[in-house]
């Protein structure tokens, strides 16, 4: 039996069987119960090979294979739970944008930052930068996604202007810095790698950086700024 067999037979004792202790009963007969007369001694014989109608488990191999079919579960499960976009039928350039970066997003292979501008509940304009790895993991992106709900930048987001209030906010995140009072404007200190991501459109934005406007149906003006993190050698 070569390893790729023996792993698909192991495979499905493991799947067949919720204990090692239930696998080892599964080859005890009638028999040796009636000779032994003892049921912890006929399944020590079933684990050493001397006894059982089926192929010897090793009890580390069964509960090392009963632990990694489990993780795989939970992983393949997670990942599902997860990744919110996934599956729906995404019509607007926008929603397919941010879609696209969700995975990236959530495990940090990149950080994106959003900017919207467009015209709240109660019809004032208001604009802003949203962290949206930060936003992912504090807030179900289901109602995006499913075009319930706009996604609008907030006063707890990166920054925010109402532009009839006039009233701005800026807020650092935890994978954000910001840098209000530059001279050259609005800057982003990402904490990981100390980069600096300038959203001015007339610069570029930055080591590992890159802008994208975004032509779509649901906003005045969106931009996604995506960073990917510099990894430490």
Same mark, same amino acid.
């Given at each position: ?13 493991? &799947?067949?069987?919720? &204990? ?43 509960? @090392? ?9 939970? @992983?393949?499960?997670?990942?599902? !739970? &997860? ?13 397919? @944008? ?96 100390? !980069? ?35 990894? !430490?050698?």
């Amino acid at each position: 039996m070569d390893q790729e067999e023996g792993l698909t037979s192991l495979d499905n004792i493991v &799947t067949q069987f919720s &204990t090692y202790e239930d696998f080892l009963d599964s080859q005890i007969t009638t028999v040796d119960l009636y000779y032994l007369e003892d049921e912890s001694l006929a399944r020590q014989l079933v684990e050493l090979g001397y006894r059982g109608t089926g192929e010897v488990v090793k009890r580390e191999d069964f509960e @090392a294979r009963k632990a990694a079919i489990e993780i795989a579960r939970l @992983a393949e499960r997670t990942q599902k !739970k &997860t990744l919110t976009s996934a599956g729906k039928d995404l019509q607007d350039s926008f929603l397919k @944008a941010i879609a696209l970066r969700e995975e990236d997003n959530r495990s940090g292979k990149v950080s994106s930052l959003i900017f919207i501008r467009d015209r709240n509940a109660h019809g004032q304009e208001v604009s802003g930068y949203i962290d949206y790895a930060h936003r992912l993991k504090i807030e179900d992106f289901e109602v995006y996604f499913s075009g319930k709900k706009r996604l609008l930048p907030r006063p707890t987001d990166l920054s925010f202007y109402n532009w009839d209030s006039q009233i701005a906010t800026w807020n650092s995140s935890p994978n954000y810095q910001v840098i209000p009072d530059n001279p050259e404007g609005l800057l982003f200190k990402y904490k990981r790698d100390r !980069k600096i991501l300038n959203v001015d459109p007339k610069v570029p934005p930055g080591d590992n950086s890159t802008r994208m406007p975004i032509h779509t149906k649901l906003y005045m003006q969106a931009v996604i700024f995506d960073h990917v993190p510099r990894r !430490k050698t």
